[in-house]
Structures are given as structure tokens and as C-alpha cells.
């Protein structure tokens, strides 16, 4: 009689080192801080006219304590998990905003365009980072209470 092998589990396919770099925790809350600090300094830079590219952009100012949280956070993004549940609200009251501020006729299509579009690439970040499943955290067992 023959021997068979039982057969190894299917492997994973090899994942993109660029995904995998991009979809770590610490790289999304960077990306997500240098975003609101983008948007807050690009208020600067913004004519007059609404309808300009950099239209979107008008009263981004909440976005600069948003960046120094999301900084903070980066440090210790396991500890600070639960700031990526914020981040998803922001994002989708950015995008809500400015597709609002279209229909409205008060930003041209042309001027939401590039906010829309970031805000939704990180947004698909935040929520493959929120939705993917995770190993359970293994306890810390407690000193004995003899111990010094």
C-alpha cells in the first residue's frame, strides 16, 4: 500500500509588501495625521474662488488637533485602538460635507474631487483595519501575591 502525506494547509498568497506596509496600524494614524495636517495648511494656499481644486479644503481647521491625536496615537496604536472608530466618523462627515456642499452648488465637482477621494482610500483603510480579524490578546497573568 501506498502512503499518502496528508496535505499542508493552503497557504495564504503572498501579500504585496506596499499593502502590507500601508495597512499597519501605526502607518494609518501617520497617514491619517499628515492628512489633517495637509488639509489645514492648504486652507493657506486657498483662493478665493471655491471652485478651485483646493476648494474642498475651506475651514479644515479641526483637523489639527485630529492630527496631533491620531500622532499620539501612533505611538501605541494597540492601546489606542478605539481611535479608529474616530478616525471613520471624520472621514465620513468629510466626505458627507463635501459631497453636501456640492449638491448645495456651493463647491464644484472639481473642487471636492481630491478631498473626497483621499478621505475615501483612508477611510478603506480604517475599515479594513477595523473589520479584519485578529488573534485574541493573550492575558497578562497576574504576580502571585509571595511574589516581590
Keep these: 500500500m501506498e502512503e499518502t ?20 496600524p501605526r502607518i494609518v494614524l501617520i497617514l491619517l495625521g499628515a492628512w489633517n495636517i495637509v488639509a489645514a495648511v492648504a486652507e493657506f494656499f486657498t ?12 475651514f479644515a481647521w479641526e483637523g489639527i488637533p485630529l492630527a496631533v491625536l491620531y500622532f499620539y496615537c501612533a505611538r501605541d496604536p494597540r492601546r489606542y ?9 471624520q472621514l465620513a462627515a468629510a466626505i458627507g460635507a463635501n459631497v453636501y456642499h456640492w449638491g448645495a452648488g456651493d463647491l464644484s465637482l472639481g473642487s471636492i474631487v481630491i478631498p473626497i477621494g483621499v478621505a475615501g482610500g483612508l477611510a478603506l483603510l480604517v475599515f479594513l483595519h477595523l473589520f479584519e480579524p485578529r488573534e485574541p490578546e493573550e492575558a497578562t497573568p497576574l504576580p502571585s501575591p509571595g511574589a516581590v
Design 5 to 24: 502525506t496528508p496535505a499542508a494547509p493552503p497557504q495564504p498568497p503572498a501579500e504585496n509588501p506596499f499593502w502590507a506596509t500601508l495597512r499597519q
Design 47 to 58: 483662493d478665493a474662488d471655491v471652485s478651485s481644486a483646493s476648494g474642498g479644503f475651506y
Design 81 to 89: 485602538y478605539r481611535v479608529f472608530w474616530l478616525a471613520m466618523v
